[in-house]
């Protein structure tokens, strides 16, 4: 194995999790997710000598991030129907005791996800970055390419679009 | 509607206010509804994302792919890298290729030398260290005897440094003796012992101690370092792990010296 790839898979892989749960949560599809992350991985490993004392994480998401974006623009792409909060996905549901609050569980676990999924994808984005991968504004920026402030605005209209359909789908008695 | 400090809030809910605006933008949520609210429901949609909507893992067959994907993009890199058959010149091409390249190298090692004559301040020192770190992370030249015994890492900096170097091996303690360099720090040599601690590495750089002050401790570019005097010795630790892993890996080389 060269020190290239050595080096390359002892910084980058163990970002391997979160580059897919980024792609997954932009495509909304496990078959796009797993696409986008190979061609991020191979794009960054081909450009790894410009990456200089940067951090490894906030780079690689840029690259999966823009990888998402080519793949969802190309015009004869075949749309698969999303999935949001569907049957795929590792619900890491524990065989445990109380069966009724585990399927409370997953029945909530299905409604958020459908929720974000149902977002814009500029407001999923930051919001993904932001709550689930702990990104700090000033990396979200970086990954996405728009100014600080911009990812403060998006951050708060992602949340204000979350709690009114949460309040919308209460009053429906979804709840 | 939206209350004009809203971002703000937003700002000190994702922890990125400093000491001073974090006091005042509590100030302000204190007397502000609108912000409460505010936060009560990021609150509520951060707790549930993280309950509910639990982060996608890569599927095995993803990891596998990657891997297979890079190690046939490294063949194809390595083939690209091979060295070119050199370009044929006429005699009087080599005459003044010569002549030129001989000023341009000249030039540089008088460059060289001059940087190598300031003392470095302890900032640079600091930041030549992780520059050091990272290029031997890029370049693959992080190690030049490969061993986790220090009974053939230490002799082997025997003859190449006019030190010797503490080594020993703390795999016990989750720190995994992996090899060592010789570096160059501002011009001079520094034995290097490096480390694993998981997937990170860590760099332990030794050189001669010439009275100069040892930077402070801090993060740069992402890498922690920790800098300390042993002896005649000048020490520093970097890596890309936290702070206070660092600092247990520094607290078991200093207690074990030599």
Known sequence: ?175 | MDCVELLTTQAFLDGELANGEAKAAELHIAGCAECQAFCEDAVSIRSDLRSYAQRYAAPDRVKLRVREAIAAADVDLAAKDAPAPAPRRGRLGTFFGGFLGGVGVSGLAAALWLLALAPPTPATMADRIVRAHTQALISGNMIQVASGDHHTVKPWFAGKIDLSPPVHDFAAEGFKLTGGRIDRIAGRPAAVVVYQHGFHWIDLFVWADRGEPMPAAGARRGYNELFWKQGDLDFAAVSDMQADELANFVDLVRTTGE
């Not at chain 1, 910084?11 to 580059?19: E, F, G, I, Q, S």
């Not at chain 1, 970055?129 to 998006?154: F, H, K, N, Q, W």
């Not at chain 1, 209209?157 to 009114?164: E, G, H, V």
Request: aromatic share 6%.
């Open chain 1, 1 to 175: 194995m060269s020190d290239r790839r050595d080096t390359f898979e002892a910084r980058a892989l163990p970002h391997l999790d979160a580059a897919y749960n980024l792609a997954r949560w932009l495509s909304r599809s496990p078959s796009d997710a797993e696409d986008v992350v190979q061609d991020a991985m191979l794009r960054a490993f081909r450009a790894f000598d410009q990456l200089r004392g940067e951090d490894v994480r906030p780079w690689l998401m840029r690259i999966v991030r823009n990888c998402w974006r080519d793949r969802r623009d190309r015009p004869h792409r075949r749309h698969d129907v999303p999935l949001p909060g569907g049957r795929e996905g590792p619900e890491l549901v524990d065989e445990g005791p109380d069966a009724e609050a585990q399927a409370m569980r997953a029945s909530e676990g299905r409604r958020v996800r459908a929720m974000i999924a149902a977002l814009p994808e500029a407001f999923r984005e930051v919001l993904i970055l932001r709550e689930m991968e702990d990104l700090s504004y000033r990396e979200i920026a970086e990954v996405s390419g728009i100014p600080i402030g911009t990812v403060m605005s998006r951050l708060a209209r992602a949340r204000a679009l979350l709690k009114d359909q949460w309040v919308a789908e209460d009053q429906h008695g979804l709840r």
